[in-house]
């Protein structure tokens, strides 16, 4: 495993902060889980076969609807 060093914006600090309080996770294991999502979307990219990883939202009927597409590095 790798160290780095990261500044963060404010806002994205507090975000995190909050974030893993209220999942009673540490700020790290937070950020962990955001970097696996991004390899995640860039590699359904990469694929080139208009792949992607998408947000749905379950509905009452237990059908999914789509609500939103994970991009990864242009």
Request: hydrophobic fraction near 40%.
């Amino acid at each position: 495993m790798r160290t780095m060093t990261l500044s963060l914006p404010e806002e994205i600090d507090d975000f995190l902060n909050t974030f893993a309080c209220e999942q009673g996770i540490s700020k790290a294991r937070a950020m962990k889980g955001a970097f696996s999502l991004l390899k995640i979307a860039y590699d359904q990219k990469q694929k080139g076969d208009g792949s992607s990883l998408g947000l749905v939202q379950r509905m009452p009927d237990n059908s999914l609807r789509a609500v939103g597409v994970v991009t990864g590095v242009r």
